[in-house]
T-cell receptor
Framework: GAVVSQHPSRVICKSGTSVKIECRSL??????MFWYRQFPKKSLMLMAT?????????EQGVEKDKFLINHASLTLSTLTVTSAHPEDSSFYIC???????????????FGPGTRLTVL | AQSVAQPEDQVNVAEGNPLTVKCTYS??????LFWYVQYPNRGLQFLLK??????LVKGSYGFEAEFNKSQTSFHLKKPSALVSDSALYFC??????????????FGSGTRLQVQP
């Protein structure tokens, strides 16, 4: 089955530093990847849609200069949290859609998540 | 705009008993509906989806869900719960007319606790 990985799985950083999170589709190509944020005991909130070869589309209220997204290839998208603050601490989850699937409604495949803690 | 409601924060059931996790949705057009399960500190695992066809959808681990258009519901069910089913369950929807963004809208999640 389709596998999506995230690296790192857990990161602790100091306030003011930047952190990069990678999302990879391991056995399929993904034209589109999604980045979600999950607060404790809360649902997933879509942050942005990452499109290979073009700029990401951000949801309302998400600062694009703070959460930099780069979809450099069909198997890799990165989320960089710039100048991180304690309120950025959260669980970040990516998902990917298989571009080769003929279906327009195929399910998204989710990564295992990255827990970011900003001190 | 699309939305999903999961009215129960937590559902408790005894092992061996049937379980139901409720979900209602709202979309402008026809919905694509999904159920995902999340274990602690893990990503989401796909359980099942409804696109079209039979209203009763069977998925992984013995779970099934019934699409009810008149009640705009997509409740998750299992005939006999296992302790290992204890996890956080998310219902999600996408409007089939959304050929652009194609992102999912998630419910708030329901924690299922199965007692031995």
């Amino acid at each position: 089955g389709a596998v999506v990985s995230q690296h790192p799985s857990r990161v602790i950083c100091k306030s003011g530093t930047s952190v990069k999170i990678e999302c990879r589709s391991l056995d399929f190509q993904a034209t589109t990847m999604f980045w979600y944020r999950q607060f404790p005991k809360k649902s997933l909130m879509l942050m942005a849609t990452s499109n290979e070869g073009s700029k990401a589309t951000y949801e309302q209220g998400v600062e694009k200069d703070k959460f930099l997204i780069n979809h450099a290839s069909l198997t890799l998208s990165t989320l960089t949290v710039t100048s991180a603050h304690p309120e950025d601490s959260s669980f970040y989850i990516c998902s990917a859609r298989d571009r080769t699937s003929g279906s327009s409604y195929n399910e998204q495949f989710f990564g295992p998540g990255t827990r970011l803690t900003v001190l | 705009a699309q939305s999903v409601a999961q009215p129960e924060d937590q559902v408790n059931v005894a092992e061996g008993n049937p379980l139901t996790v409720k979900c209602t949705y709202s979309v402008s057009g026809n919905p694509y509906l999904f159920w995902y399960v999340q274990y602690p500190n893990r990503g989401l695992q796909f359980l099942l989806k409804y696109i079209t066809g039979d209203n009763l959808v069977k998925g992984s681990y013995g779970f099934e869900a019934e699409f009810n258009k008149s009640q705009t519901s997509f409740h998750l069910k299992k005939p006999s719960a296992l302790v290992s089913d204890s996890a956080l369950y998310f219902c999600a929807v996408r409007d089939f007319r959304d050929t652009g963004r194609r992102a999912l809208t998630f419910g708030s999640g329901t924690r299922l606790q199965v007692q031995p």
